[in-house]
């Protein structure tokens, strides 16, 4: 539905996320990675680091490594998308940095959808993803004041 035909009964039946939330990223692996929600920035960011971009059967790829949880080096999950394109973002400090944009799939509140991700090191962040309002829109209703709407923190999957 667009967005100017969008009433107020449809908005108030999305469900409400909180400030913070646990979200999945399965095709990169990621069972969860807790995502700081963000309705001041227009993009989502994923911390990535050791990016190599490449070409497979002619097309642009990126290579990259993750680390999902806060403050911790382990686990490094590899990861490898098609390279969406390279946009120009101004971060929370004001500096502009040319970033590498993918699309991946997400799960969040019962809901899987795809997202356009930034990949930059978010290592001094305070969390690993950040979930833009362009991931949200016509998703969810944020309330600024709760966390972990959608639900606590999932359990790790033991190894295989």
Do not use: C, N
Request: charged content about 35%.
């Amino acid at each position: 539905m667009p967005r100017s035909r969008r009433t107020r009964h449809d908005a108030l039946s999305l469900p409400i996320i909180g400030w913070r939330e646990w979200v999945r990223i399965p095709e990169l692996g990621i069972d969860r990675i807790k995502a700081k929600v963000d309705t001041g920035a227009r993009t989502s960011s994923l911390h990535a680091f050791d990016l190599h971009e490449f070409v497979r059967d002619g097309r642009p790829f990126v290579r990259f490594m993750i680390h999902p949880e806060q403050r911790k080096a382990r686990p490094e999950i590899p990861a490898e998308l098609p390279l969406l394109a390279r946009r120009r973002v101004r971060d929370s400090g004001g500096k502009v940095e040319l970033r590498p944009i993918v699309e991946t799939e997400i799960e969040l509140h019962g809901q899987r959808w795809p997202i356009e991700l930034t990949l930059t090191r978010r290592d001094a962040m305070g969390f690993r993803m950040l979930l833009g309002r362009q991931a949200i829109r016509g998703h969810f209703i944020v309330d600024p004041g709760a966390s972990y709407r959608a639900g606590k923190r999932p359990r790790r999957k033991p190894p295989s």
